[in-house]
């Protein structure tokens, strides 16, 4: 099954993708300016950002997640059930607003913890990864990540807030919010370890602060750190008032700790839907594939398993006569 071939609307119609961002870091300096963090968090640059609900014994919840492959998404592990848990994760949601009826939806299919976290354990990994029925309609690209530097502003979208009505939102709205921090000293007054966490200042005296209930409430857990390039780096894992005024934890998502468990979750998610021969994943098999197939057949790509052609493990000149056939067939 090609991406595509997956109905509904895409993520490009959702957002509007190739558009430009108007939105300004100065304009969030004023904790009243919402409609300014509204309109970044619905910058086409953080499309993957998405909305996790769950079901508890205390009614529905939801929290911030991110997409990184066609059927995995990922947030916060205490926000992740455990086995046995009477808690029940849903669907995710894409859109403005996670309330909003026409917002895309789809459902989730089973979740699991990071293999080593322990709930409350701040030296464990705080992720979790959430595996969707169907794959998101119009997701091509694989997501990239990247490392920061102290001092470096990234863009935080939140879209599992619950309203602030302190900013004009209504309870339970579900807008979406975004803003800029600076990451900013590992706190050592803190029990996260820095080899896998790292701290960003919302109003810590910085000029760039970030606006709303973006700093980190309930349920902002799980929210996507970018950089200016569009790049995940972080989640966000504890509350502004978990460390300090004006600081948050975010969990490093390029991490070698966090990668070894990402990564072939991400390819086994980009395999199962895959047209053999399509290693760019943009739902055809061309001549744009001919580069990224070439660097597979080398061990240098990313992502190969769509270049296996004949359904048999390792790549092989098999396969490489395989997929100049399907070339010239679909030529």
């Not at 959702?14 to 430009?20: A, H």
């Not at 066609?70 to 947030?75: D, E, K, M, N, S």
Request: aromatic share 10%; with cysteine.
């Amino acid at each position: 099954m090609s991406l595509a071939s997956v109905a509904g609307p895409s993520l490009a119609s959702i957002f509007g993708l190739g558009k430009e961002s108007s939105a300004d870091a100065a304009a969030l300096k004023s904790m009243s300016l919402y409609p300014q963090s509204t309109a970044l968090a619905n910058d086409p640059m953080y499309w993957q950002a998405a909305a996790v609900k769950a079901t508890t014994s205390a009614g529905p919840r939801f929290a911030s997640c991110v997409a990184v492959a066609p059927t995995l998404v990922i947030g916060a592990g205490h926000f992740t059930p455990a086995p046995g848990a009477l808690a029940v994760l849903n669907e995710v949601v894409f859109g403005a607003n996670h309330n909003d009826p026409n917002a895309l939806r789809i459902p989730i299919v089973s979740w699991e913890r990071f293999p080593t976290y322990v709930y409350g354990n701040p030296n464990t990994v705080d992720l979790g990864f959430y595996w969707l029925a169907e794959p998101i309609p119009g997701f091509t690209e694989p997501v990239k990540f990247n490392s920061t530097s102290i001092g470096q502003v990234l863009t935080m979208v939140d879209r599992g807030n619950f309203g602030d009505p302190s900013t004009g939102e209504q309870l339970s709205v579900g807008d979406a919010m975004a803003g800029y921090a600076p990451r900013i000293p590992w706190n050592v007054s803190t029990s996260y370890p820095d080899s896998l966490y790292d701290y960003m200042d919302f109003n810590g005296g910085n000029s760039l602060g970030i606006a709303l209930n973006v700093q980190g409430l309930n349920f902002s857990s799980g929210a996507p750190w970018y950089n200016a390039t569009g790049e995940l780096t972080h989640l966000l894992i504890a509350k502004t008032n978990g460390i300090g005024i004006g600081q948050s934890v975010c969990l490093e998502l390029n991490n070698p700790v966090v990668q070894a468990e990402l990564a072939p979750r991400i390819q086994a998610s980009w395999e199962e839907f895959c047209q053999p021969g399509d290693v760019n994943h943009d739902g055809e098999v061309n001549g744009a594939d001919i580069q990224p197939f070439t660097d597979c057949m080398l061990g240098e790509g990313n992502l190969c398993g769509c270049a296996e052609m004949d359904g048999l493990p390792g790549l092989t000149p098999e396969d490489m006569t395989a997929f100049i056939s399907q070339l010239l067939t679909n030529d």
